[in-house]
């Protein structure tokens, strides 16, 4: 991957956490999470090791947009092992809608489990319905979005080789 | 495919390294060893004009909301004034506090709890108004306790049920003399949180429901005569002692202390003119 295009799909991390925030502002919820759809997208096209890169990015763009996470690096970590198991769920050839949601509920479920589990760890409260919800949530969008960040992907490389 | 085999393992490395430095990074602010604002105001600087960008504008709603909380911010602001004004009038009001020169206090702090709720309370009163050790606190309702220390602008007060005050009292319409302080004479048992115990010094003749009032100090310091400290609800049998102790459960609860006052009587200087009986 070129510098540019690590570029651009980092500032694409970036605008999804921003929104992230920018639509609880405005008691939008609850939200699928954006981050992680596109580490789905990007783990099931280019596998593990760019599905761990993605999570790493998308993690620390959450724990840094303001007002930002109390524990910096945490969710890097864990979008990290989220993104690097879900490139272990890539397969050859043509990826069905199932697939997709299936790693996105796997992902999603691991952050929004890290995030439960923490917080029952400081015992603050935890409403697991929502949780529930923002995980079909991510899962639905994934199925939707997903296939549109494949499609640019390729467009991508078809525009580079020909 | 040849050129990826030679790539895959350079970006796994890369990828291990970025999680080591995340891992390090997140030990570092979990410990505490290192002060991570910096990074996070650089985020804020560079993303936060992003963020206010797609963020919520201010319309006519959000004018509106921010009108309503300072309105009611305010309102709530002169509410609590009213209230403490109330109260220092009631407390200015109260009969048994009648003669008593007062200055009135508002509670600023709370010590840290004893085993039965809090022992200590600053006041925002001191010596710049006259304020000295050894005085007696009181509200409407009775006695709270005594000020121990003395700051220019501040004093603290040791609450009854402290373990170190025991207050002289006059107890029910009979006036049984006797002791109340939070630890219990010997042999009887312990007083539960937030009750004094009640010590006579003569036997008997206590019943519940009797109103204990101080027996007063000489110069009224610490404690004026006739200020209510509590009511009798526990009257325990004597067995193999003495006399028979009881509880007192204080007519003022330290948790909702507010406005209170400070006594602050001149310690009589005049002679008590003299009187014939019967004449």
């Known amino acids: 991957m070129r510098p540019l ?3 651009a ?3 694409l991390l970036v605008l999804a956490a921003v929104l992230l925030a920018a639509l609880a502002a405005r008691h939008v919820r609850p939200v699928p999470d954006l981050v992680a759809v596109l580490v789905v997208g990007w783990a099931l096209w280019r596998g593990p090791v760019a599905g761990a890169l993605a999570g790493l990015a998308g993690g620390w763009a959450l724990d840094l947009v303001p007002p930002g996470a109390d524990l910096l690096g945490l969710h890097a970590l864990v979008y990290a092992g989220a993104g690097l198991l879900a490139g272990r769920l890539r397969v050859e050839g043509p990826v069905g809608a199932a697939r997709v949601a299936g790693t996105a509920l796997v992902v999603s479920g691991l952050v929004e489990g890290a995030d439960v589990l923490r917080a ?6 935890v409403d697991l319905g929502e949780v529930v919800v923002r995980v079909l949530l991510t ?3 994934a199925a939707l979005v997903v296939p549109l960040v494949v499609r640019a992907e390729r467009a991508v490389v078809r525009r580079r080789f020909g | 495919m ?18 080591v430095a995340t891992a390090l990074v997140l030990a570092l602010d979990l410990s505490g060893a290192v002060d991570t604002s910096p990074v996070r105001g650089l985020a804020a600087a560079g993303l936060g004009p992003l963020e206010r960008a797609v963020g919520p504008r201010e319309d006519k709603a959000a004018r509106l909301r921010a009108e309503n909380t300072r309105l009611t911010t305010r309102l709530a602001d002169t509410e609590q004034r009213l209230a403490a004004a109330e109260r220092a009038d009631a407390l ?4 048994t506090l009648r003669g008593l020169t007062l200055v009135a206090a508002r509670v600023v702090g709370v010590g840290p709890s004893g085993p039965a709720g809090p022992e ?9 108004d006259g304020v000295q050790t050894d005085r007696a606190v009181v509200t409407a309702d009775g006695l709270v306790g005594r000020v121990v220390a003395v700051g220019p602008w501040t004093c603290d007060v040791l609450l009854l049920g402290g373990r170190e005050v025991a207050v002289g009292v006059r107890v029910g319409p009979r006036g049984v003399l006797g002791e109340v302080s939070a630890a219990a004479p010997a042999g009887a048992p312990a007083p539960k949180p937030g009750t004094l115990a009640l010590a006579p010094v003569t036997g008997g003749a206590l019943a519940t429901g009797d109103t204990v009032t101080t027996l007063g100090s000489p110069g009224d310091q610490p404690f004026p005569a006739g200020l ?13 002692r003495p006399t028979a102790g009881g509880v007192v459960t204080p007519a003022v609860a330290p948790a909702t202390l507010d406005v209170v006052g400070v006594v602050l009587g001149e310690r009589r200087a005049q002679p008590r003119p003299s009187a014939t009986a019967g004449g």
């Open chain 1, 5 to 7: 295009g690590l570029l």
């Open chain 2, 92 to 95: 200015l009001d109260t009969p």
């Open chain 2, 120 to 128: 200590r309370v600053t006041l925002d009163v001191g010596a710049r």
């Open chain 2, 228 to 240: 209510v400290v509590g009511t009798v609800t526990a009257v325990d049998d004597a067995r193999g």
């Open chain 1, 139 to 141: 899962a639905t969008v």
């Open chain 1, 9 to 11: 799909r980092t500032a």
């Open chain 1, 120 to 125: 029952l760890s400081v015992r603050a409260p």
């Open chain 2, 2 to 19: 040849t050129r990826d085999r030679h790539r895959r393992p350079r970006g796994r490395r890369v990828v291990a390294g970025l999680a």
